[in-house]
C-alpha cells in the first residue's frame, strides 16, 4: 500500500491556512455585510469571527492548504513564482470573492465575465495545467459544499 507524504513544511501550512482563513473571513463579511449571504439561527450554535461561523475559516484555510498539497502532488511543480505573483493571485481571488458581495444584485452576464477575467489574468499570471485541475477541484467542491451546509440551515444567500 502506497502511503502520500506531505510535501508542505509545517511554517508553509500554518501560512496558507492563515492567508485562506483571512481571505475567507473577509470574503464572507463581504457577502453578510450585502445582504448576499444571512445566518441563520442554527449557525449560532458556534461562536463567531467576525461575521462568520468559526467553521468556515477553518474549512477554507484547510481547503486553502488541501489544494496547495494536491498541487504539489501533481507533474511539473512550478518553483519560479514570486512573492509579487503569489500577492497578485491572492488578490485577484479575493477581489473576486469581494465583487460577488458587491454585484449580486447585477445583471449575472457582466457580474460573470467580470469574474471570469479575474480567472483568466489569475491563470494568466500562474497558471498551468495542474493549476486548471486545481482551480476546477475548488470552483466544483466549494460549491457543493455550500450547497450542503446551506442545505442544514445554517445559512441562505439572497434571492437570486
Not at 57 to 83: F, K, N, Q
Not at 109 to 116: A, Q, R, W
Not at 145 to 154: D, F, K
Request: glycine share 8%; net charge neutral.
Amino acid at each position: 500500500m502506497h502511503t502520500a507524504v506531505m510535501k508542505l513544511r509545517p511554517s508553509m501550512v500554518l501560512l496558507l491556512f492563515t492567508v485562506g482563513a483571512a481571505a475567507g473571513l473577509i470574503g464572507d463579511h463581504s457577502h453578510v455585510s450585502t445582504g448576499t449571504t444571512e445566518y441563520l439561527p442554527a449557525a449560532h450554535a458556534l461562536p463567531f469571527v467576525w461575521s462568520s461561523p468559526l467553521n468556515f475559516p477553518i474549512m477554507v484555510g484547510a481547503a486553502t492548504v488541501i489544494l496547495a498539497e494536491l498541487r504539489l502532488h501533481l507533474p511539473s511543480v512550478r518553483t519560479d513564482v514570486t512573492v509579487r505573483q503569489a500577492v497578485a493571485g491572492i488578490a485577484a481571488v479575493l477581489g473576486s470573492y469581494v465583487v460577488t458581495a458587491l454585484l449580486h444584485t447585477g445583471p449575472v452576464v457582466p457580474v460573470t465575465t467580470l469574474i471570469c477575467a479575474f480567472a483568466a489574468l489569475t491563470y494568466c499570471a500562474l497558471g498551468d495545467r495542474p493549476a486548471i485541475i486545481c482551480g476546477a477541484l475548488a470552483a466544483i467542491s466549494g460549491p457543493v459544499v455550500e450547497m450542503a451546509i446551506a442545505a442544514t440551515g445554517q445559512f441562505r444567500y439572497a434571492p437570486g
